[in-house]
């Protein structure tokens, strides 16, 4: 099982940036389905963006194109979330995650909709942005 550890979260004024990182330690996977979501109370999980490291493909949620932007460096076990003109409605608790992808037809647009049992998954960051 592969543990993930979220941070760079924070508080910050609208229009500004903040940088979360996903590390993982653990069994790794020859190929992960990886990515991030936010949850605000009161509000279902949202899929904010995805990559898969077995052709770095990735997904963005359409609201959120072109604002964030999602990295993998494999050599250090970590996930980015890079996240540019946040606004107040970005507020919320950004959780990674991460599963075996590629068999079984478990694939990243799959995982972005559903996370699949045997998904892990960090403690969450929290990230507050202000008027």
């Known amino acids: 099982q592969v543990q993930l550890m979220e941070s760079g979260g924070g508080s910050v004024q609208a229009g500004g940036s903040l940088r979360l990182s996903c590390a993982a330690s653990?069994?790794?996977?020859?190929?992960?389905?990886m990515g991030w979501f936010r949850q605000a109370p009161g509000k279902e999980r949202q899929a904010v963006a995805g990559i898969d490291s077995g052709n770095d493909s990735t997904y963005y949620a359409d609201s959120l194109k072109g604002r964030f932007t999602i990295s993998l460096d494999n050599a250090k076990s970590t996930m980015y979330l890079q996240m540019n003109n946040l606004e107040p409605e970005d507020t919320a608790v950004y959780y990674c995650a991460t599963a075996s992808c590629g068999a079984r037809g478990f694939f990243l647009g799959s995982f972005v909709r559903r996370p699949w049992a045997g998904t892990s998954w960090g403690q969450g960051t929290q990230v507050t942005v202000s008027p």
């Open positions: 653990g069994a790794m996977y020859s190929r992960a389905c």
